[in-house]
């Protein structure tokens, strides 16, 4: 195994101290820190850190959210409910057009409704934009 | 109840069950969003809107796994994105991030919670972690989403730039 640089012993260290492997030998660590004056220093300042650190909790705030959550999942997401309504209005006012134009006998306007029915009837069974952009990719870590 | 029994009726759809995880995870929550975002009113809307999340994906969750490390995740998406969205200057008070425990100095907290504040976001989370909730470099490599190896030399590197920030409140305390 290599001779461990300062940062590893130190870090090798600190693991131990938090209960964790620190992946080398106590021989090798204890070698190193018993010649280097840096890593005899930074360790006694890192334990006094580590006291200091120990005296302080997070303060956790007194809070309720439970009211505006309940409020929240409550309700109904519109998106899925509301799409409903809509595409049925549109698909009875496309069968409408159809019968209105099929009646006229025009079998040229048939090939131009057709397309019309294909893509609304997409759009419906998609529900949903498929132009949206999900910033949410960019966003996350 | 235990968390798992918990989630068990949250899966069915029970909304008072939910109502339990929210009242028993939401301080902690807010104090980990605060602790990324530094001001009250985000950490308290990320919280908000991760409990939404996870009431969502519920269904989806393993009830081998703890709930918290879980909702973390959602959590911390949460709170970055509010980062991403809002370039707020950072308001909080210094003294609004920790509280002493009995017989430590107060003018220590203020010191070491300026020294959290200069920190960037990822190293204030991994010591908030650590240091106040205990986590282990796996559990923190859970919450995180990181390799155990990034989670130590995270730590290191906060480690150390909080020792540089407090070198006169740890030359004080080493003389005590």
């Known amino acids: ?141 | 109840m235990d968390d798992a029994a918990t989630i068990k009726r949250c899966q069915q759809g029970d909304r008072e069950a939910f109502r339990h995880l929210v009242e028993r995870y939401q301080k902690r929550a807010v104090a980990h969003a605060l602790a990324i975002l530094l001001n009250r009113d985000d950490a308290e809307d990320a919280a908000q809107e991760a409990f939404i999340d996870a009431f969502k994906a519920i269904g989806t969750f393993d009830t081998s796994r703890t709930f918290y490390s879980w909702f973390y995740v959602l959590l911390r998406n949460r709170c970055y994105k509010i980062t991403a969205k809002r370039r707020y200057t950072e308001s909080l008070e210094v003294a609004e991030l920790l509280v002493s425990q009995p017989g430590a100095a107060d003018d220590t907290r203020l010191a070491l919670e300026k020294a959290l504040h200069s920190l960037t976001r990822e190293e204030r989370e991994i010591v908030s972690l650590k240091y106040f909730s205990g986590l282990s470099y796996d559990e923190l490599a859970m919450h995180l989403q990181i390799p155990r190896g990034t989670v130590m030399s995270r730590l290191f590197n906060a480690r150390r730039r909080l020792q540089g920030k407090l070198a006169g409140v740890l030359i004080r305390e080493e003389g005590v």
């Open chain 1, 1 to 141: 195994m290599n001779e461990p640089s300062c940062e590893d012993v130190l870090m090798a260290r600190m693991a131990e101290a938090d209960g964790e492997e620190s992946g080398f030998l106590e021989k090798q660590l204890t070698a190193h820190i018993a010649g280097c004056a840096n890593c005899q220093h930074e360790l006694k300042q890192w334990t006094t850190l580590n006291q200091v650190l120990s005296g302080q909790n997070l303060l956790e705030p007194r809070i309720n959210l439970w009211p505006a959550i309940e409020n929240r999942i409550a309700k109904p997401t519109g998106s899925f409910r509301g799409w409903k309504p809509f595409a049925l209005i549109g698909l009875l006012l496309v069968i409408h057009k159809l019968f209105e134009m099929l009646s006229a006998s025009d079998p040229g306007m048939v090939l131009k409704i057709v397309p019309l029915v294909i893509a609304t009837l997409l759009f419906v069974l998609i529900k949903e934009n498929p132009f949206k952009i999900n910033t949410q990719l960019m966003l996350e870590r």
